[in-house]
């Protein structure tokens, strides 16, 4: 069954590093996202990407964060200079359509020290 | 906000008894899913239910919809020590599917 796959399974940065998360969406899917979870907490939207453009992203998701599709496979969440409070899990999903049921990767841990 | 709110909290069953979780949510929909998250893990969808759906089967989950009190439920028989997890409902806010979760059930089954 196909899935998304996601790496690394855990990041350790400094504070002021950057860092890219990459996922690999399910092939045929067109909608691709990025959500976080800090522990103990609710799981957050952070992006759509449709079309290769951003579609929506939260408020969370300021001018230190982007997403790039660089290819036909890879879809990649870059955080420029991380903070202390950007330490969480983050997932990526897919979905064939923006209505249908969205398939989440495993996730990375990104611990900011 | 499209946000789904579960209720209760948290539950705790023996192995064997149904579990029932609940979702509110606030405005029109087109759809509600639900969504399972194992302590640690990513979200594993479980269901989805139409908004002209009434009731949606799937093995051992039974999802109920009712848009008149905009609200749905969630029915896990013969529950399993496996069914330990915390679980979501979400609606996509727009087009653009973006998922707006609630806090969660957290449901411990004791075997």
């Known amino acids: 069954e196909p899935e998304v796959t996601q790496t690394p399974s855990h990041q350790v940065t400094q504070m002021g590093q950057e860092v890219i998360l990459r996922c690999v969406p399910i092939s045929n899917h067109l909608y691709f996202y990025w959500y976080r979870q800090i522990l103990g907490q609710k799981v957050e939207f952070l992006v759509s990407?449709?079309?290769?453009?951003?579609?929506?992203k939260s408020e969370i998701f300021d001018d230190q964060f982007s997403v790039e599709r660089p290819d036909g496979s890879n879809f990649t969440l870059k955080i420029r200079s991380t903070k202390l409070e950007d330490s969480a899990m983050y997932f990526c999903?897919?979905?064939?359509?923006?209505?249908?049921?969205?398939?989440f990767g495993p996730g990375t841990r990104l611990t900011v020290l | 906000s499209q946000q789904g709110e579960e209720d209760p909290q948290a539950l705790s069953i023996q192995e064997g008894e149904n579990a029932t979780m609940n979702c509110s949510y606030k405005?029109?929909?087109?759809?509600l899913q639900w969504y399972r998250q194992n302590s640690g893990r990513g979200l594993v969808h479980l269901i989805l239910i139409r908004s002209n759906e009434r009731e949606k089967h799937s093995g051992r989950l039974r999802v109920t919809l009712d848009t008149s009190k905009k609200s749905s439920s969630l029915l896990i028989t013969a529950s399993r020590a496996a069914d330990t997890a915390s679980y979501f409902c979400?609606?996509?806010?727009?087009?653009?599917?973006?998922?707006?979760f609630g806090q969660g059930t957290e449901l411990s089954v004791k075997p």
């Open positions: 999903a897919s979905s064939g359509t923006g209505y249908n049921e969205q398939f």
């Open positions: 990407f449709y079309n290769n453009e951003i579609s929506e």
């Open positions: 979400a609606t996509p806010y727009n087009q653009g599917g973006k998922l707006i």
């Open positions: 405005t029109s929909i087109n759809n």
